[in-house]
Nanobody, 123 residues
Framework: QVKVVESGGGSVQTGGSLTLSCTVF????????MAWFRQGSDKERERVAS???????AYADSVKGRFTASKDKEKKTLSLQMNNLTPEDTDMYSC?????????????????WGQGVQVTVSA
């Protein structure tokens, strides 16, 4: 059984930093994409950062230069270092995984999800 476990998150002031971590258990495929999403105000989740099966990272325009993702392929972990946080980053962040080299932009195409962690940034 596949289980996605997230940790990190919390509350910081504007300009602060947080690190999110995600570990996937029970996933047997060696080529996969892992990503962090946030819920956002719309119904569609926004893909914040991802690392594909070839180790290539991608970021939403809103977080480029501030967020850095790193993946340990063997341990199936994905970390997200978030710097210079603003109140607009306040959201529920969720980790997800899908088989294959490509990282789909749409949340509905990911196979397994964690419960999510809350990030709150105060002014």
């Amino acid at each position: 059984q596949v289980k996605v476990v997230e940790s990190g998150g919390g509350s910081v002031q504007t300009g602060g930093s947080l690190t999110l971590s995600c570990t996937v258990f029970g996933y047997t495929y060696s080529t996969y994409c892992m990503a962090w999403f946030r819920q956002g105000s719309d119904k569609e989740r926004e893909r914040v950062a991802s690392i594909d099966g070839d180790g290539v990272a991608a970021y939403a325009d809103s977080v480029k230069g501030r967020f850095t993702a790193s993946k340990d392929k063997e341990k199936k972990t994905l970390s997200l270092q978030m710097n210079n946080l603003t109140p607009e980053d306040t959201d529920m962040y969720s980790c997800a995984i899908v088989i294959g080299s490509w990282c789909p932009p749409a949340a509905r195409l990911f196979s397994y999800w964690g419960q999510g962690v809350q990030v709150t940034v105060s002014a």
